[in-house]
């Protein structure tokens, strides 16, 4: 199922995250609009992360078909990921991308345990520690909290990845955090 629009209204990079905000307070205040669709013209490629508590189309009250989202721990990317977000930006001509990051980032928390401690990192979960790492090691002499700081520097990392790629060279390329406390989402500098 998809959204009831025949096509997003305004295919601008301003339009879709002026939607996406919008929608995300809709959200945040209760005031969600749930409609049911017979096919997809998604406005915005969300990259999120694969918690449970932030599930793009209810974070932004968007329907089915509205928002191309692809999703992995820590907002980790890869060839497959990266795939994913070209297919929307050229196949389907996608405005925007946003990157969405998390407060209480579980990814972000393993990672900095595996930092402290220093015990190895299991099987597939060595290339989360492995990518989200970087971030941490930049943030760690921040005061304040870790991994927050860890998450923002992360996400907006991620972001940075994908606008210099050539291939999203037609899209806009955002960051936001989304906090589980307000349900808000706020734009990453």
């Known amino acids: 199922m998809a959204s009831n629009r025949t096509a997003f209204p ?23 609009r749930h409609r049911p669709a017979a096919a997809q013209h998604p406005f ?22 509205d928002l191309l989202c692809t999703r992995t721990a820590g907002e980790v990317l890869d060839e497959a990921v990266l ?5 929307g930006v050229e196949e389907l001509g996608i405005p925007l991308v946003l990157v969405l990051g998390h407060e209480r980032c579980g990814a972000v928390a393993a990672t900095l345990a595996h930092l402290e401690t220093g015990a190895p990192v299991p099987g597939h ?3 989360l520690v492995d990518e989200i790492a970087p971030a941490a090691h930049r943030t760690r002499a921040l005061p304040g909290d870790w991994a927050e700081h860890t998450m923002c520097a992360h996400t907006a990392w991620v ?16 960051a ?9 989402v706020s734009l990453l500098p």
């Open 159 to 174: 972001r940075d990845a994908i606008r210099a790629d050539p291939a999203f060279a037609s899209a806009h390329i955002a």
């Open 44 to 65: 915005a490629v969300i990259v999120g992360c694969v918690d449970c508590r932030v599930p793009p189309e209810l974070v932004f009250d968007q329907g089915l078909g």
């Open 10 to 32: 305004t295919a601008t990079a301003p339009a879709a995250l002026t939607e996406l905000l919008d929608g995300n307070r809709r959200y945040a205040t209760g005031h969600s």
């Open 176 to 184: 936001g955090r989304f906090d589980l406390g307000t349900k808000l």
């Open 83 to 87: 795939a994913a977000v070209q297919y």
């Open 125 to 127: 979960l060595a290339l």
